[in-house]
């Protein structure tokens, strides 16, 4: 039997400009902190990870700190946590155990 135990996480800040949703989420346990990122009017969702000195930054410009990330990320991608869709999806609708 395959147990999946969830770390519990911390809603930091969330905003809305327009149709796009974002929130800042820490994980305690482990220390990581995260960008959610939410379209309403697409639908589409992604996400990524931040070092806990650079959230801010990230959370008021979570495009512009996507992209440049994306282009100045080493080959190997050790350090970063690539953009990837949301697994998290029901966040969204409020059902999050968070």
Known sequence: MNVVVEEPTRELAQRRTGSVEVLLLWYPISN?????????SSEEDFGFRVPPGKAMEAFRHPYAYAARREHSAPRSRTATTPLRPLVRSNYWKGTDNA
């Not at 902190?33 to 939410?38: A, D, M, R, S, T």
């Open 32 to 40: 990581k902190v995260e960008i959610l990122i939410h379209d309403t």
